[in-house]
T-cell receptor, first 113, second 111 residues
Framework: SQTIHQWPATLVQPVGSPLSLECTVEGTSNPNLYWYRQAAGRGLQLLFY??????ISSEVPQNLSASRPQDRQFILSSKKLLLSDSGFYLC????????????FGNGTRLTVT | KQEVTQIPAALSVPEGENLVLNCSFTDSAIYNLQWFRQDPGKGLTSLLLIQSSQREQTSGRLNASLDKSSGRSTLYIAASQPGDSATYLC??????????FGKGNQVVVIP
C-alpha cells in the first residue's frame, strides 16, 4: 500500500532561523510531489511541485525553497524564516498517471515567533 | 483560470439528517474532481475521486455526483453522524496537471 510521511508535526522557530520540513512516500515510484500551505480562511496554496528527482517548479515567489534529492523524498527549506511563514504546511503526492488521486500527509504546524 | 467555490462556508445539521455539500467550478474542461475530508489540525483525507467521464462515485454512506457541463459536483452523506463533523473540500484537476481547491464546507453534526 502507499503511504506518505511528513515531519515534524509541529514546529516553533524564531524569526531568522532556518527551516527544513521533510516528506517521504512509500509504495510507489516516481510520484508527483507537492508542497502546499494552508492559511485559515484562504484555502490551499500550492508552493512547489516536482515531477522527478531534481525537478522543482515554484508557484509563488517567496522565502522558501524545495528540493527532491531522492525519488520519494521532498524537502521544504528556508534559510531565514519570516513571521509570515507561519502556517500549516502539507505535503502531497499522486502517482503521476492521468486521473490518479492526490494523497496528503498529516501536515506540519509551523509557528514563527 | 479555474475557480472552485463551496457554499456555504459552514453548516450545522442534526444527527441522522442527510448532508448535501455543493462544489462549483468555472471551467468545465476538467480531468477529475476529488472530495476530501479534513479534521482540525490534520491533513486532507481523500474520500472520492470522480473522473470526467463519470457521473457519480459511491463509497459506503458517501455519494458524489458530477455534472461537468454545468460545473457542479455534489457530495451526499447519508444519515449523518457526529463523527462526520469535519471540513469537506473539493478539488478539480485541469489543464497541465493543475489542481484548484475550494475553501471547504465546515460541517457540524449535532447529536
Amino acid at each position: 500500500s502507499q503511504t506518505i510521511h511528513q515531519w515534524p508535526a509541529t514546529l516553533v522557530q524564531p524569526v531568522g532561523s532556518p527551516l527544513s520540513l521533510e516528506c517521504t512516500v512509500e509504495g510507489t515510484s516516481n510520484p508527483n510531489l507537492y508542497w502546499y500551505r494552508q492559511a485559515a480562511g484562504r484555502g490551499l496554496q500550492l508552493l512547489f511541485y516536482s515531477v522527478g528527482i531534481g525537478q522543482i517548479s515554484s508557484e509563488v515567489p517567496q522565502n522558501l525553497s524545495a528540493s527532491r534529492p531522492q525519488d520519494r523524498q521532498f524537502i521544504l527549506s528556508s534559510k531565514k524564516l519570516l513571521l509570515s511563514d507561519s502556517g500549516f504546511y502539507l505535503c502531497a503526492y499522486d502517482r503521476g498517471q492521468g486521473g490518479s488521486p492526490l494523497h496528503f500527509g498529516n501536515g506540519t504546524r509551523l509557528t514563527v515567533t | 483560470k479555474q475557480e472552485v467555490t463551496q457554499i456555504p462556508a459552514a453548516l450545522s445539521v442534526p444527527e441522522g439528517e442527510n448532508l448535501v455539500l455543493n462544489c462549483s467550478f468555472t471551467d468545465s474542461a476538467i480531468y477529475n474532481l476529488q472530495w476530501f475530508r479534513q479534521d482540525p489540525g490534520k491533513g486532507l483525507t481523500s474520500l472520492l475521486l470522480i473522473q470526467s467521464s463519470q457521473r457519480e462515485q459511491t463509497s459506503g454512506r458517501l455519494n458524489a455526483s458530477l455534472d461537468k457541463s454545468s460545473g457542479r459536483s455534489t457530495l451526499y452523506i447519508a444519515a449523518s453522524q457526529p463523527g462526520d463533523s469535519a471540513t469537506y473540500l473539493c478539488a478539480v484537476r485541469y489543464g497541465n496537471n493543475r489542481l484548484a481547491f475550494g475553501k471547504g464546507n465546515q460541517v457540524v453534526v449535532i447529536p
